[in-house]
């Protein structure tokens, strides 16, 4: 079926739309550009190499000879290289964020810490500096010429013009003429396709060489997982803390106050009738026991002692209070980070508290100790043991309490005892 005028209108308005999207010229042109610049940086560092090689061989191989050849070429040759590489590769992907506005992350770098003599050779073992060179020479070369041929395409009426200005007439020369005109044309309406496609194989050998590969990007997406996670405990811990301080300052004030002009009026007012007098006393009471809970849950959001005096003290704390003896030893020389150390005494607070309810044992023991960057904690008792992670829901709380700042817990619970719980956590979660 032949095509009616509407489809010619719009293939028409498709061209024109295509030609007025000036970023895929915009890219190539500049893409002729970096790669002038890359061919000048690489060639004039390629010169030296061979400089300073021809002076080995050509001249007299003295001392100074030997010296200029190998700090050239062993080591400011690779050096610099892995400079051009690195700052090419952010202006490569400046042009594509510029341009196109297309944003190609940066691949990791290799790990910066060790002497700093070995981070070029670190550098250079990594694949993405392999990666971004094999980018720089491939724009030396495809990315050059696909910018060429695009200019050569939107310039091709130029020089048909110039041709028929001058050779116009009868004979070959007329018809030499109009098939130029006929080619520039092509080329002419060609254009906008040919910039679009350099355009997009540009931007595809540029996010697969310039940016990180897969293993590097979920590399990065797990650190930036974990710096978020981190930065939601903290922000949890800090929220803990200041519920803490508001309810210790406000509402536990409160009914201190309470409690104590309840009972001063108890002991005043003995003499009142016996409704009234029944009416104080549970008053008092209540309000005795809605203080005492308001403690516990002021202990349980955030115990003020572990600020205070550290790690040691508020564990003592738990110990003096457990139902049953506990031999509590705490070996921490240097002190954790607020939200480690808050981890460590919610765990051994919940696993004295499981011993208590479930474990039937005598007597229990807790030991903290810190080694290097981790702080080890176990807690252990004499009772009837069989306790699992899959037993019930507190031990899987604990593990998932120290599993979000990266610990790990472990059970230790044969049936019959002895059971022993061992969380590790990072001092500097």
């Given at each position: 079926?032949?095509?009616?005028?509407?489809?010619?209108?719009?293939?028409a308005?498709s061209?024109?739309?295509?030609?007025?999207?000036?970023?895929?010229?915009?890219?190539?042109?500049?893409?002729?550009?970096?790669?002038?610049?890359?061919?000048?940086?690489?060639?004039?560092?390629?010169?030296?190499?061979?400089?300073?090689?021809?002076?080995?061989?050509?001249?007299?191989?003295?001392?100074?000879e030997?010296?200029?050849?190998?700090?050239?070429?062993?080591?400011?040759?690779?050096?610099?290289?892995?400079?051009?590489?690195?700052?090419?590769?952010?202006?490569?992907?400046?042009?594509?964020?510029?341009?196109?506005?297309?944003?190609?992350?940066?691949?990791?770098?290799?790990?910066?810490?060790?002497?700093?003599?070995?981070?070029?050779?670190?550098?250079?073992?990594?694949?993405?500096?392999?990666?971004?060179?094999?980018?720089?020479?491939?724009?030396?070369?495809?990315?050059?010429?696909?910018?060429?041929?695009?200019?050569?395409?939107w310039?091709?009426?130029?020089?048909?013009?110039?041709?028929?200005?001058?050779?116009?007439?009868?004979?070959?020369?007329?018809?030499?003429?109009?098939?130029?005109?006929?080619?520039?044309?092509?080329?002419?309406?060609?254009?906008?396709?040919?910039?679009?496609?350099?355009?997009?194989?540009?931007?595809?050998?540029?996010?697969?060489?310039?940016?990180?590969?897969?293993?590097?990007?979920?590399?990065?997406?797990?650190?930036?997982?974990?710096?978020?996670?981190?930065?939601?405990?903290?922000?949890?811990?800090?929220?803990?803390?200041?519920?803490?301080?508001?309810?210790?300052?406000?509402?536990?004030?409160?009914?201190?106050?309470?409690?104590?002009?309840?009972?001063?009026?108890?002991?005043?007012?003995?003499?009142?009738?016996?409704?009234?007098?029944q009416?104080?006393?549970?008053?008092?009471?209540?309000?005795?026991?809605?203080?005492?809970?308001?403690?516990?849950?002021?202990?349980?959001?955030?115990?003020?002692?572990?600020?205070?005096?550290?790690?040691?003290?508020?564990?003592?704390g738990?110990?003096?209070?457990?139902?049953?003896?506990?031999?509590?030893?705490?070996?921490?020389?240097?002190?954790?980070?607020?939200?480690?150390?808050a981890?460590?005494?919610?765990?051994?607070?919940?696993?004295?508290?499981?011993?208590?309810?479930h474990?039937?044992?005598?007597?229990?023991?807790?030991?903290?100790?810190?080694?290097?960057?981790?702080?080890?904690?176990?807690?252990?008792?004499?009772?009837?043991g069989?306790?699992?992670?899959?037993?019930?829901?507190?031990?899987?709380?604990?593990?998932?309490?120290?599993?979000?700042?990266?610990?790990?817990?472990?059970?230790?619970?044969?049936?019959?005892?002895?059971?022993?719980?061992?969380?590790?956590?990072?001092?500097?979660?």
């Amino acid at each position: 079926m032949a095509a009616g005028p509407g489809a010619a209108y719009r293939e028409a308005m498709s061209w024109r739309e295509t030609a007025r999207d000036w970023r895929p010229t915009a890219l190539a042109l500049a893409g002729v550009v970096a790669g002038a610049v890359t061919a000048t940086v690489v060639g004039g560092l390629v010169l030296g190499w061979l400089a300073a090689t021809w002076s080995l061989l050509d001249g007299p191989t003295g001392a100074w000879e030997l010296a200029w050849f190998y700090v050239v070429v062993t080591l400011a040759g690779p050096v610099l290289l892995l400079w051009a590489t690195q700052g090419l590769g952010a202006l490569q992907r400046a042009r594509f964020r510029v341009v196109l506005g297309a944003e190609i992350v940066a691949p990791p770098r290799a790990a910066g810490g060790g002497w700093p003599l070995l981070r070029p050779v670190r550098a250079w073992r990594a694949p993405a500096t392999w990666r971004q060179l094999g980018y720089h020479l491939l724009a030396m070369t495809g990315g050059t010429a696909g910018g060429l041929l695009v200019a050569a395409c939107w310039s091709a009426p130029l020089p048909a013009v110039a041709y028929l200005a001058g050779r116009w007439g009868d004979g070959p020369g007329a018809a030499a003429g109009l098939g130029l005109v006929a080619l520039s044309a092509a080329l002419l309406l060609a254009a906008p396709w040919v910039a679009r496609a350099v355009a997009r194989a540009d931007e595809a050998a540029g996010r697969v060489l310039l940016g990180p590969s897969r293993s590097e990007e979920l590399a990065l997406r797990v650190e930036a997982l974990a710096r978020s996670r981190a930065e939601i405990v903290a922000a949890t811990d800090a929220e803990r803390r200041r519920i803490e301080r508001d309810l210790h300052d406000g509402a536990q004030r409160r009914l201190v106050s309470l409690a104590m002009q309840l009972g001063m009026a108890r002991a005043s007012l003995a003499d009142t009738p016996e409704p009234v007098r029944q009416v104080i006393e549970q008053a008092h009471e209540e309000a005795t026991e809605a203080l005492a809970e308001l403690r516990q849950l002021v202990r349980g959001l955030h115990p003020a002692v572990l600020d205070d005096r550290g790690l040691d003290a508020a564990l003592s704390g738990i110990a003096a209070n457990a139902p049953l003896p506990v031999r509590l030893r705490v070996d921490v020389p240097a002190r954790c980070s607020p939200a480690i150390e808050a981890v460590a005494y919610f765990v051994v607070s919940e696993a004295l508290t499981n011993v208590t309810k479930h474990a039937g044992a005598g007597q229990a023991e807790v030991t903290v100790e810190r080694a290097g960057d981790r702080l080890r904690v176990v807690v252990a008792d004499d009772g009837r043991g069989g306790a699992t992670l899959a037993g019930g829901t507190g031990l899987r709380g604990l593990a998932q309490r120290a599993a979000a700042v990266d610990g790990t817990l472990t059970v230790d619970s044969p049936p019959g005892g002895p059971t022993a719980i061992t969380v590790e956590l990072p001092c500097e979660s």
